[in-house]
């Protein structure tokens, strides 16, 4: 009886190893933040099990993953890293894109600094400001977006000695809504999104004056159907509606 008893909790014990190593371990862009938390919850409302989230820059979960990181999905803020991923051979395939991205600039409310459109009033907006916060351009791509723009517009000589560099999007949003910076460069859907916009006011970059932010995900080689079922999710109507919602355009 013992050795049954025994046998039968070594077969549970297995069996529960191998479905925590199921867990599908996601890896998001932090500009996709406040969308994504929406998505996962309709997809988890549709019987599925619970996932493991990551937020963070593009670049950081690229190195993680080359470096054999356990995430089996990357939904990206750019197309560069993903398609690295691939050519190095971690990835299923080339995977797809599920968004386009808008660039914005954030100022705290309370620095008084408004956002108008034109060069010479960003040009203005910037010199009043004491810091501008921005992602670091070679891991975010937000971060490379917003040093385009300032190039593009001939505002970098302007900016470049008051800029602060944050690892992600998410944290650059943060340095404005916590007055770090009066200033900052963001993604859209972060800077609509009720948390943030009650604190800041926001401007949309012309799309021209940046190269587009097309958005990738990849499967990583080995993922649980959790994370293949949503990767074909991401691509569905339910998703699509709520990336809209957040000022995402759908490719």
Known sequence: MTMR?????????LFTGSVFAQVATIAVAANMKDAFAEIATVFKSTGRPEMRVVYGSSGNFTTQIMNGAPFNLFIAADEHFPLELYKNGKTVDEGSVYAIGKLAIIAKTSSG??????????????????KVAIAKPELAPYGRAAVQYLKTEGLWNLAK??????????????YVVSGAADLGFTASSLAKSPEISKQTSFLLVDPKLYEPIQQRMVLIKGAPQEAVDLYRFMQGPQAK???QKYGYSIP
Do not use: H, S
């Not at 034109?118 to 907006?125: D, F, R, S, V, Y």
């Open 241 to 243: 509606l709520i990336l």
């Open 161 to 174: 000695d008051k800029l602060v560099y944050a690892d992600n999007i998410g944290a650059a949003t943060t």
């Open 113 to 130: 600094i408004n956002l108008l459109g034109g060069k010479t009033e960003m040009a203005q907006a910037i010199a009043r400001a004491n």
């Open 5 to 13: 008893i025994l046998t039968l909790l070594a077969t549970c014990f």
